[in-house]
């Protein structure tokens, strides 16, 4: 559900779905509140709704800078961004570490997550700092909702760019302010994880700042349902979520990390031929009980084939088709690779299963998605273990 719309140094700029009606929910409001905050009492109307507009997509605008502010920092700093997405409450910036390290360094990290909160910052102070200097207000003109007969009509337009000075102005020093909330994933708890990491390890900084920002949340949600500000619990609601999500997906990722492909892939691989019709196909499957196979020619990996491949052919015809014409491309993995970048493999290329070659291109094994499930249950319940023995003998 990602719309690419631009590609701004290098970086895809891409659009999720829900990015859309929030825009429209935006400008909405726009229309409906009153000055300073919106445009209400614009007339004639196709101005006001115009002016809501613009406003909504400037304040996209500046959502954007937001995240390129993240991109262009981290790329300085040698990373390679696959794609920024903006969707319904902000944005993400994909960033690949150098060197395949998980991490980045702690004090690189802390700018580059402060680099974005910071931008809208500056673009607030200095929006609002223009209204002042030129109308010696930050509202820009006193009391816009007292138009003028003169101000109807061709002018109203200009005559309100002032509110949209102070909209933008005010709109994104909240963003930024709200932004600096240390919850982590928000860019306020990566700078709290990161400021952390500098005195512990990223695995401990992680697990201090997610505990923060689970608190954090919960005394927002509280704060919100006390106020009957609604809109706030759901979001805070969400946080808390995003929260603890991100702490169990590291948690993975460190366990990932430590275990090798060698050590958890399954070694006697059971391979098909091309030239299996896909009926006989079906049954050894049936009598193998597991779900995708390597294709051979000859003896050797010509491709992978998993009972949905099979499945896409109508039942009637597929004693006539054969193995070869359903089967997928392979991609494989070295055997000393660690389990984090079999998942992350299987990650890019939305698949299942990754064939395990050694150095002379030999097919040694196989490793899927669930045996990466089953090594991180595995090792967090033995570690579980170790912990409750520790405390036991004291
Ligand atoms: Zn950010």
Redesign the pocket.
């Known amino acids: 559900m990602n719309y690419k719309i631009a590609t701004i140094k290098g970086i895809p700029i891409r659009v999720h779905i829900t990015f859309f009606l929030v825009f429209l929910l935006f400008a909405f409001i726009f229309t409906i509140t009153g000055w300073p905050f919106g445009f209400q009492h614009v007339e004639p109307s196709i101005v006001r709704y115009i002016l809501a507009c613009l406003t909504a997509v400037l304040f996209f605008v500046t959502l954007l800078i937001?995240?390129l502010a993240?991109a262009v920092l981290a790329k300085s700093y040698g990373a390679k961004i696959q794609s920024i997405t903006l969707f319904f409450f902000?944005?993400i910036?994909a960033i690949e570490n150098p060197e395949n390290k998980r991490d980045m360094d702690p004090s690189k990290d802390l700018n580059v997550?402060l680099a974005?909160?910071l931008s809208n910052m500056v673009i607030g102070a200095v929006l609002l700092a223009i209204n002042y200097l030129v109308f010696g207000s930050i509202f820009g003109v006193p009391d816009a909702a007292n138009q003028t007969a003169e101000s109807i009509g061709i002018a109203t337009f200009t005559y309100h760019i002032p509110t949209v000075i102070f909209l933008l102005g005010a709109l994104n020093l909240l963003l930024g302010i709200f932004?600096l909330l240390p919850i982590y994933p928000?860019?306020g708890g990566r700078v709290l994880r990161a400021w952390l990491a500098k005195r512990t390890s990223y695995e401990e900084a992680t697990k201090t700042a997610v505990s923060i920002g689970k608190g954090f949340s919960v005394v927002l949600a509280v704060i919100s349902i006390l106020t009957f500000q609604f809109l706030f619990a759901i979001l805070a609601l969400f946080l808390y979520i995003s929260a603890s999500e991100e702490g169990k997906m590291f948690k993975a990722a460190t366990i990932l990390e430590g275990i090798f492909v060698k050590d958890i892939m399954t070694a006697d691989v059971v391979a098909v031929d091309e030239s299996m019709s896909l009926n006989d196909f079906i049954r050894f499957v049936f009598q193998k009980k597991h779900p995708g196979y390597p294709v051979t020619k000859n003896g050797i990996v010509v491709g992978m084939v998993t009972v949905d491949d099979a499945r896409f052919v109508n039942e009637a015809e597929r004693y006539a088709f054969t193995v070869k014409d359903v089967m997928k491309e392979i991609f494989s993995i070295r055997p000393d690779a660690t389990a984090l970048e079999a998942f992350n493999e299987m990650g890019a290329h939305a698949i299942g299963r990754l064939i395990v070659l050694d150095d002379e291109k030999n097919m040694i094994g196989i490793i899927s998605r669930t045996d990466l499930m089953t090594a991180i249950y595995l090792k967090d319940s033995f570690k579980e273990k170790a912990k409750q023995k520790e405390d036991f003998f004291g």
């Open positions: 937001h995240e993240h902000g944005g910036t997550s974005g909160p932004n928000m860019d």
